[in-house]
């Protein structure tokens, strides 16, 4: 970010910005004029409002989720009062990490995941065990060995949970089945005896509504039978506004308690402006119609990129195709690396274009070694103008790099 802004010349395919131009500026601006249009309105949207959150915001979320995961309506698989909202998802990822987890804990992650989930489990002091992914997702293969492993060595009683970003995953852009969902939540129940409690699935679904092709997958909640080991984290920044900053969490008893207490250590409710702004957008159509908008935009960025690749990349590199999200996740021969101190991607700044490094988003897993050949390319905050340009650049310096190794 700090290199963007000193050197505007510069393109960033790094940062997991959404569409500037495509915010929803004249639509929030109606909102809030209406909300404050009179003082019986105005008074509660600019008072505190209660920890779990804005009533007609946890009813709107419980109904939409229903709806994406195919559940029927009042379906009491998904009670409104199992909703909580947070300060994006952010938070409810860092709370719930929080509420299940001691420090030397275990938390199973994709390898590579979201980096700054990382930083959670880092800062609490609590290990990460590194599961392996292909094209398909998930490795349920890798992920039976570790647990086995892990039973084997004594610590399986450390492992509290699987994280998975399990929607154009951030940082490969893969989306994990069902099936694996499924196949997964099986898995971490058979160690549950050995482990002496309840081993949970978080699943981090931020990318969900941004699928620009190919249909929805319902999401870990609708596993009958699952729900009390599921929590579900989503969020309203990505599809609407990221300024907004509003997300939520589906939580099981106990875990619902539990976080809900962190929460009201943390700031006793999310703003009651944001909350009842994301309400009235949902509630009378303006987010759906912001996000058909957007998902149109992003189809069309992703679209250019891919050409850009195509056109651009040595034939050595290859990158696997998101049908949403924000990111390609592109891979160079093993050889090559392209970490923050690599000439990669040295050279890659002095032609003006930035990347994600792949291997800042690999936890610190003694078990295997870290790839360095990996990055991550978003086409979710550059201008679409900008982006042939920026993989025209970075493709240059790959070609030069590549005919050297
Ligand atoms: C995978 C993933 N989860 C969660 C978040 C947090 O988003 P927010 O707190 O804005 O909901 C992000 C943001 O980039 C993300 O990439």
């Not at 004029?33 to 949207?45: D, I, M, V």
């Not at 392996?132 to 892990?150: I, N």
């Not at 930035?354 to 936890?363: D, F, I, K, N, S």
């Amino acid at each position: 970010m700090g290199l963007t802004l000193s050197r505007p010349d510069l393109i960033s395919l790094a940062a997991g910005f959404t569409d500037n131009e495509f915010l929803p500026v004249r639509e929030t601006r109606e909102i809030v004029r209406e909300l404050l249009s009179n003082p019986g309105k105005g008074r509660p949207t600019l008072q505190y409002g209660v920890t779990p959150g804005d009533a007609p915001l946890r009813r709107l979320t419980a109904e939409r989720l229903r709806r994406l995961d195919g559940m029927g309506d009042g379906s009491a698989a998904l009670d409104p009062r199992q909703v909580l909202i947070s300060g994006g998802s952010q938070q409810m990822l860092y709370m719930t990490t929080e509420a299940l987890c001691d420090p030397d804990d275990i938390v199973l992650v994709e390898d590579p995941t979201y980096f700054v989930y990382l930083g959670i489990l880092q800062s609490h002091g609590i290990r990460a065990r590194g599961v392996q992914v292909d094209r398909d997702g998930l490795d349920l293969d890798h992920l039976s060995k570790t647990l086995e492993q892990l039973k084997r060595s004594g610590a399986i009683g450390r492992v509290k949970m699987l994280y998975v970003v399990s929607y154009f995953h951030n940082p490969t852009g893969l989306t994990m089945s069902l099936e694996k969902k499924r196949a997964a939540l099986t898995l971490l129940r058979g160690y549950e005896r050995a482990a002496g409690h309840p081993i949970y699935l978080l699943e981090d679904a931020a990318y969900r509504e941004l699928r620009f092709q190919g249909e929805d997958v319902p999401s870990a909640l609708a596993i009958r039978g699952a729900a009390g080991r599921v929590v579900y984290a989503g969020t309203y920044s990505k599809p609407f506004a990221t300024g907004i900053r509003v997300g939520f969490g589906v939580l099981p008893e106990p875990l619902l308690t539990a976080v809900t207490r962190i929460k009201g250590n943390h700031d006793f409710g999310t703003s009651n402006l944001a909350q009842k702004i994301l309400a009235r957008a949902l509630s009378g159509g303006v987010y759906d119609a912001h996000l058909e908008r957007l998902r149109r935009r992003y189809a069309l960025k992703s679209a250019a990129m891919l050409k850009a690749f195509e056109t651009h990349m040595p034939s050595a590199v290859d990158w696997w195709t998101p049908d949403g999200g924000l990111y390609f996740w592109v891979r160079l021969p093993p050889g090559l690396a392209a970490g923050r101190n690599s000439r990669v991607f040295q050279e890659a700044v002095r032609a003006g274009v930035l990347y994600v490094p792949g291997e800042l988003c690999y936890a610190a897993d003694p078990s295997r070694p870290i790839p360095v050949n990996e990055m991550r390319v978003s086409f979710g905050g550059a201008k679409l103008a900008d982006i042939p340009e920026g993989v025209a650049r970075l493709g240059r310096v790959l070609t030069r790099m590549v005919r050297r190794t």
